[in-house]
T-cell receptor, first 115, second 113 residues
Framework: DQQVKQNSPSLSVQEGRISILNCDYTNSMFDYFLWYKKYPAEGPTFLISISSIKDKNEDGRFTVFLNKSAKHLSLHIVPSQPGDSAVYFCAASRYGSGNTGKLIFGQGTTLQVKP | EAQVTQNPRYLITVTGKKLTVTCSQNMNHEYMSWYRQDPGLGLRQIYYSMNVEVTDKGDVPEGYKVSRKEKRNFPLILESPSPNQTSLYFC????????????FGEGSWLTVV
């Protein structure tokens, strides 16, 4: 049972344009969402996060949007740069009593930004 | 420098030969975990540890063991590896319940033939 889904395995965009990566989840108890970026031969690194009490969080070129009613979040990268080419994972967790701190990851989306 | 260090980074082994992947963190984190990454499945948690001597199963624990005798170390043990354990493994640590402080190791490529 895939609780966090990234339905697009890959995405290709031109440098300077917007990249939009999507993620859907099924568990309404999730209340914290994160995006990680992974380059080949490296471990994933934290990119941006959002709490369920917000619907948007922005950090420089990166913005995450959360639509709780649709159980959907998206990561916008504007403008996209060739160095953004990587695999992007979305992840979800549930905070509160009994929380084990486990992150549930999506399958990942490979972003290619063409010069 | 904050680091999670895994060894070995690359290993080819044979079915049934016991192996251990070591993981060490220098951030005094209480929470450590192991993930495996497989195509089309993303990262799946194998085992986690909330503190020394406290470990529990994640989503895919079959065929693996862990131990947490010291805060900084969290080795992953494959007692009798099988080909379906061929994967990319990541150790991770963090200090609190939310993932924005999670640190991943660089990964260990394991091939079981």
């Amino acid at each position: 049972d895939q609780q966090v889904k990234q339905n697009s395995p890959s995405l290709s965009v031109q440098e300077g344009r917007i990249s939009i990566l999507n993620c859907d989840y099924t568990n309404s108890m999730f209340d914290y969402f994160l995006w990680y970026k992974k380059y080949p031969a490296e471990g994933p690194t934290f990119l941006i996060s959002i709490s369920s009490i917000k619907d948007k969080n922005e950090d420089g070129r990166f913005t995450v949007f959360l639509n709780k009613s649709a159980k959907h979040l998206s990561l916008h990268i504007v403008p996209s740069q060739p160095g953004d080419s990587a695999v992007y994972f979305c992840a979800a967790s549930r905070y509160g009593s009994g929380n084990t701190g486990k992150l549930i990851f999506g399958q990942g989306t490979t972003l290619q930004v063409k010069p | 420098e904050a680091q999670v260090t895994q060894n070995p980074r690359y290993l080819i082994t044979v079915t049934g030969k016991k192996l251990t992947v070591t993981c060490s963190q220098n951030m005094n984190h209480e929470y450590m975990s192991w993930y495996r990454q497989d195509p089309g499945l993303g990262l799946r948690q194998i085992y986690y540890s909330m503190n020394v001597e406290v470990t529990d199963k994640g989503d895919v624990p079959e065929g693996y063991k862990v131990s947490r005798k010291e805060k900084r170390n969290f080795p992953l043990i494959l007692e009798s590896p099988s080909p379906n354990q061929t994967s990319l493994y990541f150790c991770a640590s963090r200090t609190d319940s939310h993932g924005n402080t999670i640190y991943f190791g660089e990964g260990s490529w394991l091939t079981v033939v």
